[in-house]
């Protein structure tokens, strides 16, 4: 049976030898000195903002550097130049954004993608009809499955290839069924911050609501104080991080008052069920969530309901989630059972521990995460990888020597220092292997060997990380 590896393995050998079509056939073809756009023609541009165009050209003019201006002008624009399709469903906008390579939207991906436009949504309508549609598609994908975390574009589509053989209780127009708790955190995530940034009130309907109480629901199943709950996952693979164990409900737990994930945002399996970066994003999210339902529904009921899980889980996390050195110092655990057991590693996903500050989850400041975010970017974290090309964090996901460019960004997320920032631009800009765009993973020695050509919430997210460097260090762009 076909997996998803595979099936992205293909892809990538199929883009190397010219076999696919459109924004992925120009890869390498110039000579990078030549750095002409690898952005499809305007006429097959998926969706063109106004507003985007010009924050591209405006920061674009501000980079010195021809080949990181190259790589800002592919990257920043690609999710809506190659994976965003529009509709309607029901008389409403419908978005639906594919993460790139596979032909299914995420929820994850799909919040984390579109992110860095949402500061130009206010003046920009096309944009507001975007993020109107994707709010209303992701309320409907958690009201058919709040355990799933990808969808198909049919509603009545079967699942994705690899997961038609998944022992779980699939739905219609599921593409993967793997319980992550990120996955119900980033649409919270989108329309929290759509609603900030804009005002508008409009695609938050009762459709909407439907969705949110879902999600409280699902949250409240997966403390799992009397029960397994409903959900169980197993698929038949020779990889382990594919499965789970214990008849699909995950290694034994003590339950504590936070909430289990049976995946991590990678879509590989947790060995301690109770995740920890992740039921930080669930307090976050959760306060979000009352925010909006006080302002917007003046649902006072279900915000307080929100707060009370959300300071459970917090009080949880913070009782039974930290780890501490030999001279006393706190810093986060990755996973931990409640038993005592704590499993301390980090994955280039996010939400990580490196990853926390840049979603919201405690400050740059906060002493325990000073002291998680050195530990992570050295040799204790087992997934942590240095090489010739660069030095960032991988996963089991690609396996050994495998440095995801996502973990270099949020490195540069989280620090204040001009000269980190400044070594995590240089790796980024010398480890695209020519093709202009970000990669999933690359090797730490040579990275022209890498995984996915297309793979839109990197680019994307490099894309917002030269902005934000554009703000707060524009001489780091000039140089």
Known sequence: MS????????MGSAAATGVMSGVLSTTLKAAPQAYVSKRPPVAKRKFVSDAVERQLSTVKAAIGDPKLAWMFENCYPNTLDTTVELGTFNGKPDTFVITGDIDAMWLRDSSAQVVPYIPLAKGDAGLQRLFRGLIQRQARC??????ANAFMADPHAPPLIWARQDSTDMKPGVGERKWEIDSLCYPIRLAHGYWQATADTVPFDDDWREAMHLVLKTFREQQRKHDHGPYHYQRLSDNPTETQFQAGYGNPTKPNG???SMFRPSDDACVYPLFVPANLFAVLSLRQLAQMSRS???DASFAAECEALANE???AVQRDGRMRDAQGRDYWAYEIDGFGNKLFMDDANVPSLLGLPYLGCCTLDDPTYQHTRELVWSSLNPYFYQGRAAEGIGGPHEGPRMIWPMSIMMYAQT??????IHQCLTWLRNTDAGTGFMHES???DDPTHFTRSWFAWANTLFGELIIDIHREHPELLRA
Request: hydrophobic residues 30%; without cysteine.
């Open 415 to 420: 620090t204040r220092d001009p000269k980190q």
């Open 3 to 10: 997996t998803r590896r595979e099936f992205l393995k293909w």
């Open 442 to 444: 690359f090797d730490q």
């Open 142 to 147: 958690i009201r058919i499955d709040p355990y």
């Open 258 to 260: 936070m909430i289990h």
């Open 313 to 315: 889980v917090e009080q």
């Open 296 to 298: 917007i529904h003046h």
